[in-house]
């Protein structure tokens, strides 16, 4: 459902709009950011941010699925904004949520990390692990979200774990820019 903001702009003679500041931010529109264009029966024009993760669906789930399995840790993929794939016991309630400061960091930095002591995954309180690694998936040079592996008992997050999720990583970029 459709909320108004009450906010109105013109069309520019080369057919902008601009899209308020206070809303980019509050909905995470970033500059160079794409957006998918969409028209309603009713003729209304909706946009909203095309994230390349979302568009392997199911084969991240699967992809989270397998290091779950393999690793007996929970796995978990993500776009620049929010969690798209789970894996794992109690996990599945981050499904959709919004990622933590922690989780943009390291896509802001496009280096993957280990951490060794408690790591909120999304901006929810509960998704606090006490170990994780958080790998970016870099597709043409930007971060498009990251595959974390996550415990919430304290274990050692070894090299094993690190090499798998920047292995798992580096696939899912290779399956965007098929």
Known sequence: MAKATGIVRRIDDLGRVVIPKELRRTLKIRNGDPLEIYVDRAGQIMLKKYSPINELGQFAQEYAESLNEALGHAAIITDKDSVVAVAG????????????????????????????????ITEDQRSTFENAVIAPIISEGTSIGTVIIASREK??????EAKLAETAAGFLARQMEQ
Request: avoid cysteine; glycine fraction near 0%; aromatic fraction near 2%.
């Open 89 to 120: 016991k109690n996990v599945k309630d981050l499904m959709n949520q919004t990622v933590s400061s922690a989780v943009e960091e390291v896509m802001e930095n496009k280096k993957a990390e280990v951490f060794s002591a408690p790591v909120a």
């Open 155 to 160: 274990v050692q997050m070894t090299n094993l």
